[in-house]
Every structure is written in structure tokens, then in C-alpha cells.
């Protein structure tokens, strides 16, 4: 397993970014950017995801496993790191930080609670939306994007989902996210696997205001695993919630993970 990483910064505490469904690490550059140099920043392809290995199937345990082994071989071999996790990325973190926690020190959980997350239809349709895409008539991404219009009217849902198309050495254009397994496993994804054990560290739980994904009822069972979490809501997000509301964003993390 191969996992692609890039670092931004080269001063102050060391933070890793993991991205959720369709998305890149390069998803939080501008972040990074903005966290210097107070901050140094990691940002991690999750499997299946940008320029880090496909797998032959999604699991929660396993994703976690392998960026934590990644993080022991570099980033996080001098001590603990803070994570930054949204939506899958979250859960991946949440994972890590339960099954490793001597790896990390602050913990942060955008916008996904350790529980089912019930947006299956919705990813189910943009994957197929991409899938439907016949990648041998595309000669510019503009081609693409016009093939997208219909079904994802969202010309920022476009352009997100569409960052993951890639024109090899034959100039064809090719999916970079493992579309096949990633539709084939959204039960897994929208799922969280059952562990047993706390993570008694600080965590900040973000979520957007305009989001369905962390609900009142998700409470109980999010400070049952993280004991130490402070709930805080991002005013005018939605579930993108460093895309829609960057400035908020940077603040909370700033004041988080410097203090």
C-alpha cells in the first residue's frame, strides 16, 4: 500500500489532514496555507483516493492501520501529531485515534459522527453520475463537465468531483478515485465499525449549520468514545465546511490546536 502525502509548512506543530469521499489531500491546501507558521501540515490521499493506492474493498480498520503506519515511518516518528478528519476522513481519523492514540494529540472531527451517516442516495448518484461518464469520448474536462450538467446541476459539485479526472501519457483521461469499489462499499462507508476503547484526549467536533450529518442524537455516543469533545457549529456551512466558511474554519483550528 502506497500512500501520497504533502507536506505544507516546515515550522511549528505538525498537523495531518485526512479528506473525505472523493476528495485529495491538495482539498486543504489553502488550510495549510493559512495555519503557517504556526502550524506545519501533512496532506494525506486516503486510499482509493488522488495518488495513494487502490484497495480491493473499503474498510474503516484497515484505512486506519495504514495511514497510521504511514505517519510511524515519517511525519509522526519524532511524537504525536494533531488530526484533522472530514466526513470519511473523519471517521478514518476517529478510528486511528481510538486504535492509536499514542500517535496523536488533539483530535479534530468535521462534520461526521462515529455512527451511520445516511447520505447513501446521495453519493450513490454522484458515483454514478461519474460512472456514466465514457471516459474513450473525452478529449478536454470541459468535455466532461458539459456530460455532468444535467445530473449535477452544482457547477462547485462539478468541479470538486471532477478534480479526480487525470490525462495519462496517452492522453486519455482516467479516474484517479477507484470509482467501482468506492460505489460498490457506500454501506461501509456510511457505516462505523465497532471498537472497543476511548480516546481521552481533547477533541473538537465541527460541524456545519446547514448540515444534516451531526445530529442531537449522535451526542451520546460520539462523548462515550471521546470523553474530552467540545461540539462546536460553524455558522453559514454546510457539510463542505472548510470550502464554505474557510476563515471560521481556520480560526476554530488555530485556537484548538495552539492552545
Not at 50 to 72: I, K, N, P, Q
Not at 169 to 184: F, H, P, S
Request: no cysteine.
Amino acid at each position: 500500500m502506497t500512500i501520497h502525502a504533502t507536506q505544507v509548512g516546515e515550522s511549528g506543530t505538525r498537523v495531518v489532514f485526512l479528506h473525505g469521499l472523493f476528495g485529495q489531500g491538495k482539498n486543504f491546501t489553502q488550510v495549510a496555507k493559512a495555519l503557517q507558521p504556526e502550524l506545519t501540515s501533512l496532506l494525506v490521499d486516503l486510499p482509493n483516493h488522488g495518488r495513494s493506492s487502490w484497495t480491493d474493498h473499503v474498510d474503516y480498520v484497515e484505512m486506519a492501520d495504514t495511514v497510521a503506519e504511514f505517519l510511524r515511518d515519517g511525519f509522526g516518528a519524532d511524537g504525536p501529531v494533531h488530526l484533522v478528519g472530514h466526513s470519511m476522513g473523519g471517521k478514518v481519523a476517529m478510528v486511528l485515534a481510538l486504535r492509536h492514540p499514542d500517535l496523536i494529540d488533539r483530535l479534530v472531527v468535521v462534520d461526521i459522527t462515529p455512527s451511520f451517516s445516511d447520505g447513501a442516495g446521495e453519493f450513490e448518484h454522484l458515483l454514478g453520475s461519474l460512472a456514466s461518464i465514457d471516459l474513450a469520448t473525452i478529449d478536454r474536462r470541459s468535455e466532461a463537465d458539459e456530460a455532468l450538467r444535467e445530473k449535477i446541476p452544482s457547477p462547485t459539485i462539478r468541479g470538486f468531483l471532477l478534480q479526480n479526472l487525470r490525462a495519462g501519457d496517452d492522453e486519455r483521461y482516467t479516474w484517479q478515485a477507484n470509482l467501482d469499489v468506492l460505489r460498490r462499499d457506500l454501506p461501509t462507508i456510511g457505516g462505523f465499525p465497532e471498537i472497543d476503547a476511548t480516546f481521552d484526549h481533547p477533541v473538537l467536533w465541527v460541524a456545519g449549520e446547514t448540515s444534516p450529518y451531526v445530529q442531537e442524537e449522535h451526542e451520546a455516543r460520539m462523548r462515550e468514545l471521546f470523553p474530552r469533545t467540545r461540539l462546536v457549529t460553524i455558522k453559514g456551512a454546510g457539510h463542505w465546511v472548510h470550502s464554505e466558511q474557510p476563515a471560521s474554519f481556520v480560526s476554530a483550528l488555530k485556537v484548538f490546536l495552539t492552545a
